[in-house]
């Protein structure tokens, strides 16, 4: 059963999204790459990673940008349309750390009947992911 999505004239800016803390694994970062077809070793291949000098392998934009939707699409519900997603990457997600996701409304347009989520993804290393998101609600 899908969540509801909250109405446009309920939502304020300000208003904070749920946080969200995703576990970043080995089978998350491969099946990611593997998902959106991206075979570069460095996602999938450890050894091919450290000789590049990485610690392990790690996440590609791909996979973070579907988490940055699935983050948004649980506060938005089953009745929302997302309209627009910027993002910006930063460190690395390595396996066996986690991806803590946080946002807020900074936006509403009444014309669109849509709102803007800022948000910010972090990990044990400082910011992930940052950016923004537009999604129209009911």
Known sequence: MSKPSPRFETVNVGDEL???SVPVTVPLITG???ATRDYQNVHHDA???RALGSPHIFMNILTTNGLVQRFVESWA????R?????????A???PGDTLQ???AITGKHEATRSVQVALKGTNSMGAHVSGTVQV???
């Open 77 to 80: 519900g089953s009745g929302s």
């Open 18 to 20: 749920q946080p969200l």
């Open 32 to 34: 990611g790459a593997i």
């Open 47 to 49: 050894d091919a990673a």
């Open 136 to 138: 129209a609600l009911p």
């Open 92 to 94: 690395p997600n390595y």
């Open 101 to 103: 996701f946080t946002g």
């Open 82 to 90: 997302l309209m627009d997603l910027k993002i910006r990457l930063g």
